[in-house]
């Protein structure tokens, strides 16, 4: 019987495998690598008010 579970679990887990390289095929333009959580915040600079500030004086307030 468990010989059966790891049977399944490894099908299960080589299909999801194959779906996730399958579809993953878009043409996205190359960005910068994102944290998770955090996202894109470590690129904006050590200084994120000063930073922040200078986005709002370039585009406007939010």
């Known amino acids: 019987m468990s ?3 790891y049977i399944t679990l490894f099908i299960l ?5 194959l779906l996730t390289l399958l579809t993953r095929k878009t043409r996205r333009p ?3 690598l994102a944290l998770p959580l955090i996202g ?3 690129l ?3 200084n994120l008010h ?4 200078q986005f709002s004086q370039r585009y406007g307030p939010l």
Do not use: D, E, N, R
């Open 13 to 17: 887990s080589t299909l999801l495998l």
């Open 3 to 5: 010989t059966l579970v």
């Open 50 to 53: 000063h930073t922040f500030h």
């Open 30 to 32: 190359p960005g910068p």
């Open 40 to 42: 894109h915040l470590h």
């Open 44 to 46: 904006l600079g050590p």
